[in-house]
């Protein structure tokens, strides 16, 4: 099925650095969702975007629905240890025939610098 | 959001047997689905589970290997039935509002 292309797959990352993801779509969603699963845990929500060209924050945490529809970025200012884990982007289009049905990104894998 | 959890939070079964897993959410829903990742991987959507009707299975899962009941709007089960070691991955339930999906914590099963 259609997938999300999401990079970095893995990276590291050095405390109070500033790190960035991204992801891209060959078709338009009308919502995106970026996640954090943590091991042996289900992903959790972090940001929620539903407009083309939309930028939101939570804490420490951008995002933004590009303006093409087709792609979605996260930041993460000023990281900290337990921001390690695995981040998903998924695309959604609500009020189509897919329903809420989401699809992922491959994930970026966000480990701690050695 | 909702509160998910899920029953057995793991599980290690032998091939050629089946195993029940339990959603249950703390508030009505309209909507929840089943997830599976395999190791090291994303997440890939195995069916939908309606109330009161059959799932709706994505392309790749049939209704023989992943049966799904969904009897109310607060809970419902995935069975991986004849199971194999493919079938070793984190099975996920997840529940829809109107405009965000929230995942339960995964039940991670290990097929020998």
């Known amino acids: 099925g259609q997938q999300l292309n999401q990079s970095p797959q893995s990276m590291f990352i050095q405390e109070g650095e500033d790190v960035s993801m991204n992801c891209t779509s060959s078709?338009?969603?009308?919502?995106w969702l970026w996640y954090k699963q943590d091991p042996g845990e289900g992903p959790v929500l972090l940001i929620a975007l539903y407009k083309a060209g939309e930028l939101t924050s939570n804490g420490r945490l951008t995002a933004q629905f590009g303006i093409t529809r087709k792609d979605s970025f996260l930041n993460i200012s000023a990281s900290i240890p337990s921001d390690v884990g695995i981040y998903f982007c998924?695309?959604?289009?609500?009020?189509?025939?897919?329903?809420?049905?989401?699809?992922f990104g491959g994930g970026t894998r966000v480990l701690v610098k050695p | 959001s909702a509160v998910i959890s899920q029953k057995p939070s793991r599980d290690i079964c032998q091939r050629g047997t089946s195993l029940t897993i339990q959603c249950q959410v703390d508030?009505?829903?309209?909507?929840m689905f089943w997830y599976r990742q395999q190791p090291g991987q994303s997440l890939t959507l195995i069916a939908t589970?309606?109330?009161?009707?059959?799932?709706?299975?994505e392309s790749g899962f049939v209704i023989d290997k992943f049966p799904i009941s969904r009897p109310n709007l607060t809970f419902s089960t995935l069975t991986v039935s004849n199971m194999s070691p493919e079938d070793s991955s984190i099975y996920l339930c997840?529940?829809?509002?109107?405009?965000?999906?929230?995942f339960g914590p995964g039940t991670r099963l290990t097929v020998t």
């Open positions: 998924a695309g959604q289009n609500l009020g189509g025939a897919a329903g809420n049905k989401l699809t």
């Open positions: 078709s338009i969603f009308n919502t």
């Open positions: 997840s529940v829809a509002t109107s405009l965000e999906q929230y």
């Open positions: 508030s009505q829903v309209t909507m």
């Open positions: 589970a309606n109330q009161g009707s059959e799932a709706t299975y």
